[in-house]
């Protein structure tokens, strides 16, 4: 019995390294991960957000309506609290796909000149692939309602007739 009780802590306490020594690989990745991701979202990540979000309220025109006085008023505050809830699953995403060494070689190009104007042309790139993608996820979807409704019965009629059933 004594020597089950021995063989079993020996046992637990040889799993146990690994899985304490991936928890400490983990951590450090992430705090790896969240390096990167300040660095790499460049340096004036705020005022391009600013630019953004300025650039979609321009498209309100100049409205004086109750709803164009709101939006200006708070998009640009939940814009930025969106993007300071994101940061923390970014750096968990990158923790997740990146080996320790490819994220150390990240910040090292990310630390350099050329690594800076990298970060800040990637925001700009990445805003600017945003568009193209809300445009493009736009077109898609109509065309699938479009093809969708086509085949089957999308009025109102028969939206009301599959609620009621």
């Given at each position: 019995?004594?020597?089950?009780?021995?063989?079993?802590?020996?046992?637990?306490?040889?799993?146990?390294?690994?899985?304490?020594?991936?928890?400490?690989?983990?951590?450090?990745?992430?705090e790896l991960a969240q390096r990167l991701v300040d660095l790499s979202s460049g340096d004036s990540f705020e005022k391009l957000l600013e630019q953004e979000v300025a650039t979609q309220l321009a498209a309100l025109g100049d409205e004086r309506t109750p709803e164009a006085v709101w939006m200006r008023a708070n998009l640009p505050r939940m814009a930025m609290q969106m993007v300071t809830r994101l940061m923390p699953e970014l750096a968990t995403l990158y923790a997740d796909v990146f080996s320790e060494g490819e994220l150390e070689a990240q910040i090292?190009?990310?630390?350099?000149?050329?690594?800076?104007?990298?970060?800040?042309?990637?925001?700009?790139?990445?805003?600017?692939?945003?568009?193209?993608?809300?445009?493009?996820?736009?077109?898609?979807?109509?065309?699938?309602?479009?093809?969708?409704?086509?085949?089957?019965?999308c009025s109102a009629d028969a939206a009301a007739k599959a609620q009621s059933r």
């Amino acid at each position: 019995m004594r020597l089950t009780m021995v063989a079993a802590l020996v046992v637990a306490l040889g799993t146990a390294t690994p899985v304490l020594a991936q928890d400490a690989g983990a951590t450090h990745r992430l705090e790896l991960a969240q390096r990167l991701v300040d660095l790499s979202s460049g340096d004036s990540f705020e005022k391009l957000l600013e630019q953004e979000v300025a650039t979609q309220l321009a498209a309100l025109g100049d409205e004086r309506t109750p709803e164009a006085v709101w939006m200006r008023a708070n998009l640009p505050r939940m814009a930025m609290q969106m993007v300071t809830r994101l940061m923390p699953e970014l750096a968990t995403l990158y923790a997740d796909v990146f080996s320790e060494g490819e994220l150390e070689a990240q910040i090292a190009l990310y630390e350099t000149p050329v690594g800076r104007s990298i970060a800040n042309k990637s925001v700009q790139l990445g805003v600017r692939q945003a568009t193209i993608l809300q445009l493009a996820m736009t077109g898609y979807l109509e065309e699938v309602a479009t093809k969708y409704c086509a085949e089957f019965d999308c009025s109102a009629d028969a939206a009301a007739k599959a609620q009621s059933r």
